[in-house]
């Protein structure tokens, strides 16, 4: 059974940083490409960053700069770490997990980000 449990949300004033952490069990870890998106509210869940196996990252162009998506293989955990933190970053924060080569995919439960201004 596949299960992805994220780690680190909460509230933070604008400015501040924050560590999300994805552990993910009941996959080869290393088989998969990890992701984290984003929904606030009344929008559409959106892509924030994401790592390919082999390490190459991809940013949203808002995000660039400020946040670094990471990998843990012998952990099997993805880090999401989020500096100058603003009030448009307030979200549900969700992990994703796509194994290579095909469409099989994954989702953590989600866990929430609020940034005060």
């Known amino acids: 059974q596949v299960q992805l449990v994220e780690f680190g949300g909460g509230l933070v004033q604008a400015g501040g940083s924050l560590r999300l952490s994805c552990a993910a069990s009941?996959?080869?870890?290393?088989?998969?490409?990890m992701g984290w998106y984003r929904q606030a509210p009344g929008k559409q869940r959106e892509l924030v960053a994401r790592?390919?196996?082999?390490?190459?990252?991809d940013y949203e162009d808002s995000v660039k700069g400020r946040f670094t998506i990471s990998r843990d293989n012998a952990k099997n955990t993805v880090y999401l770490q989020m500096n100058s933190l603003k009030a448009e970053d307030t979200a549900v924060y969700y992990c994703?997990?796509?194994?290579?080569?095909?469409?099989?995919?994954?989702w953590g439960q989600g866990t929430q980000v609020t940034v005060s201004s």
């Open positions: 790592i390919t196996r082999s390490g190459v990252t």
């Open positions: 009941g996959i080869i870890f290393s088989g998969y490409h």
């Open positions: 994703n997990v796509v194994r290579s080569y095909t469409e099989e995919a994954y």
